[in-house]
C-alpha cells in the first residue's frame, strides 16, 4: 500500500515536465484584419502563437514582465517542485521519523497547486468569450491536460501519503 502513494508521485512529475518545458499550454489564433477569413488568411495576416509554460515564462521575461514571471515561476515551477521534494521525504522517509511540520507543509503548499490550471482556464474563458466575429481565439493545448494531471495526481498522492503517516 505504501508503493501506490510513490507511484502516483512519480507519475505526476512524470506528467509534470511536459506540462511545463515540453509541449505548448495554450495556443492563441488571432486575425489582424479584424474576423479573419479567406482574405486575411490569403494575405498571410492571420498568425498562431503556442506557448509552453517555460516558454511564456521566457518571452515575458524579454518584456520585462517581472511581476507575471515571478507568479508563473511561483505557481508553476516553485511550488511543484517544492511540494515534490516534500512529498518525497514523507514518501521515503526513515522509520521513526517525524514529519509531523513536513506533513503539514505538504498540506499547504498542496493547495496552491490548482492556482495555475485555473489562471490558464480563466485566461481561455475570457478570450473565448467574444462575439463569433473577434479575431482571438484560444485553446487549451496538451500542456495543460499534462499540467492538469500532474496536479490530480500529485494532490492524490498527496492526500494518500498523509492519510497513510498519520497512523503510522
Known sequence: MRYIPLTLHLVSILLWIPGVFMYPIVSFAFSLGGG????SSMLGMSE??????WESIKELAALEQWTVVLLISFFSLAIPLLKAGLLFYVQLKPKGAQTGSIRNGVASVS????ADVFAVGIIIAGL????SGASIKAQTEAGFYFFASYVLLSTLSAQLT???SKYS
Open 162 to 164: 498523509l492519510r497513510a
Open 111 to 114: 493547495k496552491w497547486a490548482m
Open 48 to 53: 498562431k502563437v503556442e506557448l509552453s509554460v
Open 36 to 39: 479573419g477569413g479567406f482574405f
Open 128 to 131: 473565448s468569450s467574444f462575439e
